[in-house]
């Protein structure tokens, strides 16, 4: 049986085909993409690279980002990490690069929309700093994802390994985000894997990416808004809580000592009819064909409520599934002081606007997932 999510009535909750306010299916325009392959990769044509080389680069990049830059990093290695506006709002999400340059030398990756805003910062924090910093020219490296979820032949680093020596990559690192996320590696522009499974697009690796509740970029991310915690970048190994002082910090490691992050970023899942069970990961259905809420939707329950409180805010999604900034309390099991009642269930409800015709409006169910790397908790995770 194939999956249908229709949008609902906001006053009767059935279908919207049943009612009298609308009777066609609202559709995407674009297909959705395919799940990803058990073991593939994909060049992520949304991301960029910056060049930071000089004497001074890991200095430099030690005060401004939330990951620890070792004065003396391991050649071709990477870490994940963040820069931070002085209120400790996350400006960009990043993987860091040593490119093992002997006068010091970095690749920075970035949401690709964001690589002109991320080199202004650099320079404005520049000064006397011995550094240079190019944006890198389209196709001159690519940023590639590989992955693998089941491995019965061979332990995972060692078929790591095998990749790095058939594919020549000289620049990558594990990525730490989550379990199962797989590698990074940066190639050549021309430059295609031949041992690293099939080729997926980079529609396929955000569903990937999704499922497993990880954020990326500022569309998911919010510029000067979203908090490196609710982001889950104190699980995801993008804070380093006993490195020395860095843009940001001060908001930061106070609400880590705090002990209480009351929103986080969780994959989720939309659906029609009965209420779903929560399980780990979200369940995605390429052939699933609705439009999705704009950004920062509200998320309320569906039982009418004299005083109705937001349980949360969409971010971004693809086909039946995305990322929404949930209230613990309210939309998990066992969060907090609150708990979650099995009968309670989530609504989003937003006008679509189309052309020659009034607008609509339009509600889907919602279902919170935790991931099995999250703690069922909502603290900010100990420093070990």
């Given at each position: 049986m194939?999956?249908?999510?229709?949008?609902?009535?906001?006053?009767c909750?059935?279908?919207?085909?049943?009612?009298c306010?609308?009777?066609r299916?609202?559709t995407?325009?674009?297909?959705?993409?395919?799940?990803p392959?058990a073991?593939?990769h994909?060049?992520?044509?949304?991301?960029?690279?910056?060049?930071?080389?000089g004497?001074d680069?890991?200095?430099?990049?030690?005060?401004?980002t939330?990951a620890?830059?070792?004065?003396?990093?391991?050649?071709?290695?990477g870490?994940?990490s963040a820069?931070?506006?002085?209120?400790?709002?996350?400006?960009?999400?990043?993987?860091?690069y040593?490119t093992?340059?002997?006068?010091?030398?970095?690749?920075?990756e970035?949401?690709?929309d964001?690589?002109?805003?991320l080199a202004?910062?650099?320079?404005?924090?520049?000064?006397?700093?011995?550094i240079?910093?190019?944006?890198?020219d389209?196709g001159e490296l690519?940023?590639w994802s590989?992955?693998?979820?089941?491995?019965?032949?061979?332990?995972?680093?060692?078929?790591a390994d095998?990749?790095?020596?058939?594919?020549n990559?000289?620049?990558?690192?594990?990525?730490?985000?989550?379990?199962?996320?797989?590698?990074?590696?940066?190639?050549?522009?021309d430059?295609?894997l031949?041992?690293?499974?099939d080729?997926?697009s980079?529609?396929?690796?955000?569903?990937?990416?999704?499922m497993?509740?990880?954020?990326?970029?500022?569309?998911?991310?919010?510029?000067?808004i979203s908090?490196?915690?609710?982001?889950n970048?104190?699980?995801?190994s993008?804070v380093?809580?006993?490195k020395?002082?860095?843009?940001?910090?001060?908001?930061?490691?106070?609400?880590?000592?705090?002990?209480?992050?009351?929103?986080?970023?969780?994959?989720?899942?939309?659906?029609?009819g009965?209420?779903?069970?929560?399980k780990?990961?979200?369940?995605?259905d390429?052939?699933?064909?609705?439009?999705?809420?704009?950004?920062?939707?509200?998320?309320?329950?569906?039982?009418?409520?004299?005083k109705?409180?937001?349980?949360?805010?969409?971010?971004?999604?693809i086909?039946?599934?995305?990322?929404?900034l949930?209230?613990?309390?309210?939309?998990?099991?066992?969060?907090?002081s609150?708990?979650?009642?099995a009968?309670?269930?989530?609504?989003?409800?937003?006008?679509?606007?189309?052309e020659?015709?009034?607008?609509?409006?339009?509600?889907?169910?919602?279902?919170?997932?935790?991931?099995?790397?999250?703690p069922?908790?909502?603290?900010?995770k100990?420093?070990?």
């Amino acid at each position: 049986m194939v999956f249908s999510l229709q949008p609902l009535c906001t006053r009767c909750s059935r279908s919207l085909v049943k009612s009298c306010l609308f009777r066609r299916p609202l559709t995407t325009t674009t297909a959705n993409p395919l799940p990803p392959p058990a073991s593939g990769h994909a060049l992520l044509t949304n991301r960029h690279l910056i060049s930071l080389t000089g004497h001074d680069a890991s200095h430099f990049l030690q005060g401004l980002t939330t990951a620890n830059i070792s004065l003396s990093p391991i050649p071709g290695t990477g870490i994940y990490s963040a820069f931070l506006n002085a209120s400790g709002r996350v400006l960009h999400d990043v993987f860091v690069y040593s490119t093992g340059e002997e006068d010091g030398g970095f690749l920075i990756e970035v949401d690709k929309d964001e690589v002109d805003r991320l080199a202004t910062h650099l320079r404005r924090y520049k000064l006397r700093a011995k550094i240079k910093i190019r944006v890198l020219d389209e196709g001159e490296l690519g940023v590639w994802s590989i992955w693998r979820d089941v491995i019965q032949d061979m332990p995972r680093s060692a078929w790591a390994d095998k990749i790095w020596r058939a594919e020549n990559a000289k620049i990558g690192c594990i990525d730490p985000r989550a379990p199962g996320m797989g590698w990074r590696a940066i190639l050549e522009g021309d430059s295609r894997l031949q041992e690293a499974g099939d080729e997926s697009s980079v529609g396929s690796y955000t569903v990937r990416r999704m499922m497993n509740g990880i954020s990326e970029g500022q569309k998911e991310m919010i510029r000067e808004i979203s908090l490196p915690l609710e982001c889950n970048m104190d699980y995801t190994s993008g804070v380093d809580f006993r490195k020395g002082c860095y843009v940001g910090q001060e908001l930061t490691i106070r609400t880590h000592h705090t002990g209480v992050v009351r929103k986080r970023i969780l994959p989720v899942q939309l659906y029609d009819g009965e209420p779903r069970v929560p399980k780990a990961l979200p369940v995605y259905d390429p052939k699933f064909s609705s439009s999705l809420p704009p950004q920062g939707t509200e998320i309320f329950k569906t039982k009418k409520d004299p005083k109705p409180r937001s349980a949360g805010k969409w971010l971004a999604g693809i086909g039946n599934i995305g990322l929404a900034l949930c209230r613990l309390e309210t939309m998990t099991d066992g969060w907090l002081s609150g708990q979650r009642r099995a009968e309670e269930e989530f609504k989003m409800e937003w006008t679509e606007l189309a052309e020659g015709e009034e607008g609509r409006k339009i509600a889907v169910k919602i279902l919170a997932h935790v991931p099995t790397w999250l703690p069922v908790s909502g603290t900010a995770k100990p420093q070990s």
